[in-house]
């Protein structure tokens, strides 16, 4: 059963209350004016290397040539084309693109004062090709770019770097792709998370558009990258309001040496400019909105444009120490990245990797996110959650508040926590926050919800890969509904690769099994073109 404790919410996570060949290169003319060398070709579907650029010819004028594109294709990934060496003055072609997987092709040497082309691009985890050495004088091009995938494990690939130079200037370092979903150009700079694929067909919510910072109550930084500091941000975190960053062009990792305290009495929007990565350095929870009351605030959070990585909470409430099977592990502790209660939360273009909470316990949980007493919910659009950790609540834990999530990227979160939770004396004769608990989490390895009369809606999102803890449910999702009043609505998304254990009971409607990736109680469910995993 649930109860209160106090104004305190005993988080209750039972079953029963909240339980190919390569293709050979062309060849470039020789002629007196320096003949083009062709492009390589394409390498084959099945996972061939793109074919590799000539040698431009040995005039002045020499054309420049451009390495092959490979085609997306199965094991060995494929690779692209290296671009062919330019003549004296010439400029050398382009490394060859990548896809699915592969290594972009490498930038050839430029000849005197000639300019090294640009790494080629790999996208879906590849990656990026090298840009060459440039010639006297020369310059060499940018390293390549890598977008990040959400196929195999999710994991970006890694930007391509540029060599030195030769009395010319050195060239753009490549990005680093990041998690699974993320994109980087060539100075490393995410673009854009989420579901690549996500499409939710009934659109999103009002709400969940980009707020406006066109009027900021605090900009961190004047125009460079030194003055973004993390005494600054604390600073406009304690202010509250909108909060924005002028860091140059570079992208900007601020370290987070204490958790960022927001005000509970206003509206505070952190937009990060699609630059701005907080990095909690595997030591500090990074944000807290922590209001004491429970359902009633009205004021909240927006997240957008941003990266919180590498959040961690400290429990310190352990549970006293009981023989098995009763609960081990902690009573605090939620939240790697932000703890909310009695708040609203609305995230947007945002992404969370490598954040955690307590790693045990049948109460605490969010190794992302964590959020208690919510009135008006969680809105989460077009964001990805990578490699987060929690004993329940691999990503996202929610607790008597809505959940919303559209064209969201969900991928290896993990709920450490095992046993699940359920309150049973013959097992277990200690006494444990009014219960004689058994169990220690491990529910929800991406999602999870537990409450009266609250409801989730899942559209346009992909749910990969993640797990729950050995004997407990929901891989991807772990709803219930206590009084059996929260509907489950799930449209237009994927779920697939998930482990743990899974069950659905359904007061009414049609639908009366979600598959295995799912652990349930619910008033009713509608499942519309979707994929979930071990569904009928």
């Not at 060859?96 to 300019?115: I, K, M, R």
């Not at 049948?362 to 659009?381: E, F, M, Q, R, W």
Request: proline share 4%.
């Amino acid at each position: 059963m649930c109860s209160l404790r106090g104004l305190v919410l005993v988080v209750l996570l039972a079953v029963g209350c909240g339980g190919s060949k390569p293709d050979t290169p062309d060849t470039g003319g020789m002629s007196a004016p320096g003949g083009s060398s062709n492009p390589g070709s394409a390498g084959s579907s099945g996972g061939g290397v793109g074919g590799n650029s000539a040698t431009g010819g040995s005039s002045a004028s020499a054309s420049t040539s451009t390495g092959g594109t490979s085609s997306p294709g199965g094991a060995p990934p494929a690779t692209g084309g290296n671009a062919g060496s330019g003549a004296s003055t010439a400029t050398s072609g382009a490394g060859g693109q990548a896809t699915s997987g592969g290594t972009g092709g490498h930038a050839s040497l430029a000849g005197s004062a000639g300019t090294s082309g640009a790494g080629g691009q790999a996208t879906s985890g590849g990656t990026g090709g090298h840009a060459s050495l440039a010639g006297s004088a020369g310059t060499s091009g940018a390293g390549g770019n890598t977008v990040g995938g959400a196929g195999g494990n999710g994991a970006g690939g890694k930007g391509g770097s540029s060599s030195r130079q030769t009395g010319g200037n050195t060239g753009v370092t490549g990005g680093t792709g990041g998690p699974g979903g993320t994109r980087a150009t060539s100075t490393g700079a995410i673009t854009s998370a989420g579901n690549p694929n996500g499409s939710c067909g009934a659109g999103v919510p009002a709400r969940g558009q980009p707020a406006d910072i066109s009027n900021p109550t605090t900009v961190v930084g004047t125009g460079s990258e030194a003055s973004c500091t993390f005494a600054k941000l604390q600073a406009a975190a304690t202010l509250g309001g909108v909060i924005t960053f002028n860091c140059g062009s570079v992208v900007v990792t601020i370290p987070v040496t204490a958790t960022l305290s927001l005000p509970t009495n206003k509206n505070t929007v952190i937009d990060g400019g699609n630059k701005i990565t907080l990095d909690g350095q595997n030591a500090v929870q990074i944000l807290r909105f922590d209001s004491a009351n429970f359902q009633a605030n009205t004021n909240g959070l927006t997240l957008q444009h941003i990266t919180l990585i590498n959040g961690k909470t400290t429990p310190t409430q352990a549970i006293p120490t009981a023989p098995t099977p009763c609960s081990q592990g902690w009573d605090d502790g939620e939240g790697g990245a932000l703890y909310m209660r009695d708040g609203n939360l609305t995230v947007i273009d945002s992404i969370f990797t490598n954040n955690q909470a307590a790693p045990l316990g049948p109460d605490t949980g969010g190794g992302a996110i964590y959020i208690l007493g919510s009135k008006n919910g969680v809105l989460i659009v077009g964001s990805t959650f990578s490699n987060n950790a929690a004993s329940n609540a691999g990503a996202v834990g929610c607790l008597f508040s809505e959940l919303d999530v559209y064209n969201s990227l969900f991928t290896n979160n993990t709920a450490t926590g095992n046993g699940a939770n359920s309150d049973d004396a013959t097992k277990c004769s200690v006494i444990n926050n009014g219960q004689n608990e058994v169990g220690s989490g491990g529910n929800g390895g991406a999602l999870y919800s537990d409450g009266n009369s609250v409801n989730i809606t899942l559209c346009g999102d992909a749910i990969l890969n993640n797990s729950a803890g050995q004997g407990a449910f929901g891989g991807g999702l772990f709803f219930t509904s206590n009084n059996m009043q929260g509907t489950l609505s799930i449209a237009d998304t994927t779920m697939t690769g998930n482990t743990g254990g899974h069950w659905t009971v359904v007061s009414t409607g049609s639908v009366t099994n979600v598959g295995d990736a799912v652990g349930t109680n619910a008033k009713s469910i509608t499942v519309t073109n979707s994929t979930l995993q071990g569904m009928p």
